[in-house]
């Protein structure tokens, strides 16, 4: 029968020991998950990926895997990735592809530098043809898609083909956009249309004041 002494000591080691073991785990076992991550993606694509990017999860690849990839990316799990016949999927520096975001090119996705897509979101350039035969057997029709620089895509958005987002736009959670957003603008909406703001006539950022000191 173990006495008071020894389980008071298990206890205490018990204790003492989880920081070495939350430290263990954030040091070791997901640096260990993201190299394999980033070994399967560039063993996916065929070329090599930066080592800048930190993949927290691994990517689906589909289709014919044209697909690059610049710099410092974070790529959470669920992403998935999807390129058919010549089309192509170009993914700037600094860009954040979050939680189940689906890229599918059959034609040209450019994500620009520092480009932010929230979880769940789909950018799709091409969407199936109305015919008499069966939907699966009529075909696609498509047109590019360009992402610019800064742009922030909230959750749950939907950018349907055709479509370009300029430089800093801003999509709201859950919106389908069919047309063309301009720079600095904020659409939301199904389908998606401008909001009265304007970033450049934003107050200041105040620092707020440390509540814990």
Not at 3 to 13: A, V, Y
Not at 21 to 26: E, F, G, I, N, S
Not at 41 to 46: D, N, R
Not at 49 to 69: F, K, P, W
């Amino acid at each position: 029968m173990t006495s008071p002494k020894s389980q008071g000591i298990k206890r205490w080691l018990v204790i003492a020991l989880q920081p070495v073991a939350r430290l263990w785990r954030a040091v070791f076992v997901e640096r260990v998950v993201r190299v394999w991550a980033l070994a399967r993606l560039q063993e996916g694509l065929g070329h090599a990926i930066d080592s800048s990017n930190v993949l927290l999860g691994t990517v689906e690849l589909q289709g014919t895997r044209r697909v690059s990839l610049g710099k410092r990316a974070m790529i959470y799990p669920g992403v998935y990735l999807e390129t058919q016949g010549e089309g192509r999927i170009d993914i700037g520096d600094d860009v954040v592809l979050s939680r189940g975001v689906h890229l599918v090119a059959f034609q040209h996705i450019v994500l620009g530098d520092g480009v932010m897509v929230g979880e769940y979101s789909s950018v799709r350039d091409a969407d199936h043809r109305r015919s008499e035969s069966a939907m699966r057997y009529s075909g696609h029709i498509s047109a590019p898609i360009r992402v610019e620089r800064n742009v922030w895509i909230a959750r749950g958005v939907t950018v349907l083909k055709g479509v370009t987002l300029g430089e800093g736009a801003v999509v709201g959670a859950n919106a389908v956009v069919t047309r063309d957003v301009p720079p600095q603008c904020v659409v939301a909406g199904i389908p998606a249309k401008p909001l009265p703001v304007d970033f450049r006539k934003a107050p200041p950022v105040v620092a707020t004041k440390d509540m814990s000191t």
